[in-house]
Structure formats: structure tokens, C-alpha cells
């Protein structure tokens, strides 16, 4: 949060400066909707892009830039690594984790595919190389119920994680035969159910927009259950004025600027006093910043590396979910 103290002369030199870095690097800016509004708007004016997880992956993957600078958290790098192994890819903080990712050990996430070796492992993009090395697909949010219906239409059980929520959440709209890692997601497990009854009474035009790995509580009360982008693109289309989101507040950003002159609201979170209603934000998300991003491409520290065999065999399942996601869009176009 120290660049919200910056002067705004020094914050355009700064970002002058990364501008400069990003062309002399051959160099592209691929951020995430929950980092700061600075690096998401750095990425569009440098032709980079700002995305859900998905997107991401894909953006890197097809840009000819031969370093690839991820605003984010680690698994997104390393999801970067893993389909451009002959990239450099650089974060601005290595520390940038993820509660999901953190919660699902590899050695023991390994042990528990052990057990039950007649199930599809299908793990969400919010995990290590190694548990996604482990996996036989990848998937993020916005793809999750469409591969896992598909698996199981062709019979398949489903061995799912990290996330117990998007999991539950996906099981309740496939029907399929699904047993989860118990795993879930800091920012998301905070929305509470109860508080946003209230705040659904108090404004009752106002649409619930739900990340699905909230809890099944709150997802029971949305108007619409979607990734980030699909999120954005329903503030964009649905006719009401005013929107309760609940997902991280980095989102608000994307949302103001798709959707100019719509009200958005954060949903409610543990303390539910007013002061804690925006902390609906990621910790490690927020350790992104245009300083770190600018040292970053100076020194060529926070260079993520993935071990070749690893990468090879996660990229495996990262492909197939690519795959399946062309043909989605080729069907539906």
C-alpha cells in the first residue's frame, strides 16, 4: 500500500520508467483483475493484458515477447512457466501466494490421488506444478462445471481440488460423482450468508454477483455464480443499476470502467462492521506494486523457475483444458 502514499509525479515517473524497462526487455505486463488499478491500467497502455487466470495463461502463451511479467500470484507465474518453459518470467513479489495453493501440499495431495486410483484428477488452476503435474486436467473457475460435465458424461469420477466450495459448487450443478480436497479460499470463505440477506433486503434492486468458490450459502442467493469475467460481463449486461459482488475488491476497478455508471457493493465479510466490509481483498494480491514490478525488470530478480520434467508433465493437463476451451469457443461461435 506504499504507492498510495506516492506523489502523482513520482508514481508517472515510475511508470514511465517500467514502460521503458518493458520495451528495452522485450517485455509484456499480463496482470490479474485483483492486483491494484495501477498495474492493470499499466498492462492495457503497454499491450499487456488484464484477465482472469484462464485468459492469462492463454495471453502469455500466444504473445511473442520473450519475457513475460506476471502481476499476481505465484501460481499464475508458474502456470506461465509451465506452458512457455523457453520464457523468462518474472513476478514482482515470489512471496505472493495463495491460501488454496498453500493448503494442498504436493507430497500429501499425491497420497490422497493414491487412494483413489479409478478417479479423473481434476485440480484448479490455484495449485502448485507439482499437484498440477499430479492432475490429469487443470481448470480454472470460469471452465470448471463445463469440463467436469463433460467428464462425466463419459462415465468418469472426479477426484477434485483444492477448492471444497467451487468443488461442492460444481458437483451441485453436474451431478457427478465428485470427492473434493478440503481446501478453500481466504478471501471468499469470509463472505457470510446471513449479513448478506440483510443487505440483499436493504437493497432489494440491486443483482448478487458470486465467485463460486464462495460458500454454498451465499452462492445459494446470487443472481449470477461466475468467474471474474463472467462477473464483469454480467454487470455489463444485466439491466440493474446497483450489483452486490462478492469476490475480492480488485475486481471493482475492471467493473467501473466495463460498466461506467453502475453501483457496486461489496458484500459482506466476517466483522461485518462498515470499516471491514472492503477487506474482501487478497492479501499476497495486494503485494503487487509498481516499485517491486520496476525492480523486478531491472535486476531480473523474481525469475520464477519450474522444474523441467514438472512443467512438462503439468503442461499436460494445463494444454488439455486449453484445448477443450478452443473448442468451446468454436462450438458456441
Not at 37 to 60: H, I, K, P, V, W
Not at 92 to 119: I, K, N, V, Y
Not at 160 to 166: F, G, I, V
Not at 191 to 216: G, I, T
Request: charged share 25%.
Amino acid at each position: 500500500e506504499l504507492e498510495e502514499s506516492m506523489a502523482p509525479e513520482e508514481k508517472r515517473d515510475l511508470k514511465s520508467r517500467i514502460k521503458t524497462l518493458l520495451k528495452e526487455k522485450d517485455a509484456v505486463l499480463v496482470a490479474h483483475y485483483y492486483v491494484s488499478g495501477d498495474l492493470q491500467e499499466l498492462a492495457a497502455e503497454t499491450g499487456g493484458f488484464t484477465s482472469d487466470s484462464l485468459d492469462m495463461a492463454r495471453f502469455g502463451n500466444e504473445h511473442p515477447a520473450s519475457t513475460l511479467v506476471v502481476a499476481g500470484v505465484r501460481f499464475m507465474g508458474e502456470t506461465a512457466k509451465i506452458l512457455n518453459p523457453e520464457k523468462k518470467v518474472l513476478m514482482p513479489d515470489l512471496e505472493a501466494t495463495c491460501s488454496l495453493d498453500l493448503g494442498c501440499p504436493a507430497e500429501e495431495f499425491s497420497a490422497f490421488c493414491d487412494q483413489h486410483p479409478d478417479r479423473t484428477v481434476v485440480v484448479y488452476a490455484n495449485t502448485s506444478a507439482e499437484v498440477k503435474a499430479r492432475s490429469h486436467w487443470v481448470v480454472t473457475s470460469s471452465i470448471a462445471e463445463k469440463v467436469v460435465r463433460y467428464l462425466h458424461q463419459k462415465g468418469e469420477k472426479v477426484l477434485w481440488a483444492p477448492d471444497k466450495y467451487l468443488g461442492d459448487y460444481v458437483q451441485s450443478r453436474t451431478g457427478a460423482d465428485l470427492i473434493s480436497w478440503d481446501g478453500a479460499c481466504v478471501v471468499h470463505e469470509e463472505f457470510k450468508a446471513e449479513a448478506l440477506k440483510d443487505m440483499r433486503l436493504e437493497n432489494p434492486d440491486a443483482a448478487v454477483l458470486v465467485h463460486p468458490e464462495s460458500p454454498r450459502e451465499v452462492i445459494e442467493q446470487a443472481d449470477v455464480v461466475g468467474s471474474t469475467t463472467q462477473i464483469i460481463k454480467a454487470a455489463q449486461e444485466l439491466p440493474n443499476r446497483r450489483f452486490i459482488v462478492a469476490t475480492d475488491r480488485g475486481i471493482f476497478h475492471k467493473m467501473r470502467q466495463a460498466a461506467p455508471g453502475k453501483v457496486f457493493i461489496p458484500a459482506p465479510i466476517a466483522g461485518e462492521t462498515v470499516e471491514c466490509i472492503a477487506c474482501a481483498h487478497c492479501p499476497w494480491m495486494a503485494m503487487n506494486g509498481l516499485q517491486n514490478l520496476a525492480h523486478s525488470l531491472e535486476t531480473g530478480e523474481n525469475e520464477i523457475h519450474v522444474d523441467p520434467e514438472t512443467g512438462r508433465r503439468a503442461r499436460v493437463a494445463v494444454e488439455r483444458m486449453l484445448e477443450f476451451s478452443r473448442n468451446l469457443k468454436s462450438v458456441e461461435s
